[in-house]
């Protein structure tokens, strides 16, 4: 009689690069001033211009660290939530890493431009659309908050495209791009005028941390 071994893949030693991590809050949108453990993905190919981490978008600049040493760490700083951010996390397949911050009771949240396929199991999906590359099909079902950075017009119209593609209970944000000079003009009186979207300011740079 054949016995058949099961080889079972151990996803702690998977690795994926590194740009930081670190212990702050949560400065944008419906989590704003909530204590959270951020995780920032090397990786990024949507080239906003106006990005404020581009030192992100090689991935190849950034050491490798396992599930299990940044599943640790999060879970050490014993945060209220632990947020996946780049670059673009969905660059990667996130669902090793989720799987074990979940294991260790961890509360996941993600932000992402949505340009790639979505992997991963989180409590909380913000999606950040933007003009330079197209969002893949399949976020449109996972997201909890829109969050729209805007700088032009052009913005503005990209966002009531999106909006109409989500569910009426996700939340709407229009964020004003921070080095715009009429960015927070622009998104205050749209705001007065479409009654359904919300101002998001980045609370954490009035603040003065990361
Ligand atoms: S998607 Fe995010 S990380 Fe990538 S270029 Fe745009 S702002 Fe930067």
Redesign the pocket.
């Known amino acids: 009689m054949l016995t058949y071994f099961m080889k079972t893949v151990d996803l702690t030693n998977c690795t994926y690069p590194i740009v930081e991590t670190f212990h702050s809050v949560q400065g944008e949108g419906a989590w704003t001033g909530v204590s959270a453990f951020f995780i920032r993905l090397g990786g990024?190919?949507?080239?906003?211009p106006?990005?404020?981490?581009?030192e992100?978008?090689n991935a190849k600049r950034h050491p490798h660290q396992s599930v299990d040493t940044l599943a640790q760490a999060a879970k050490m700083a014993n945060p209220a939530i632990v947020i996946i951010?780049?670059?673009?996390p969905l660059m990667h397949d996130l669902d090793p890493l989720t799987t074990e911050l979940k294991k260790l009771g961890l509360q996941v949240h993600l932000e992402?431009?949505g340009?790639h396929p979505f992997s991963g199991n989180f409590d909380w999906v913000t999606f950040?659309p933007?003009p330079?590359?197209k969002p893949h099909d399949s976020i449109y079902n996972y997201v909890n908050e829109l969050k729209v950075?805007v700088a032009n017009e052009e913005d503005l119209h990209m966002a009531e495209v999106q909006a109409a593609k989500l569910s009426l209970t996700v939340i709407k944000y229009l964020q004003p791009e921070w080095n715009t000079p009429n960015s927070k003009e622009l998104i205050f009186d749209f705001v007065l005028k479409h009654p359904q979207w919300r101002i998001s300011l980045q609370t954490h740079k009035f603040l003065n941390v990361r």
């Open positions: 990024c190919d949507v080239y906003c106006w990005c404020d981490q581009k992100s978008w951010t780049g670059g673009e992402t431009s340009s950040s933007k330079y590359k950075v």
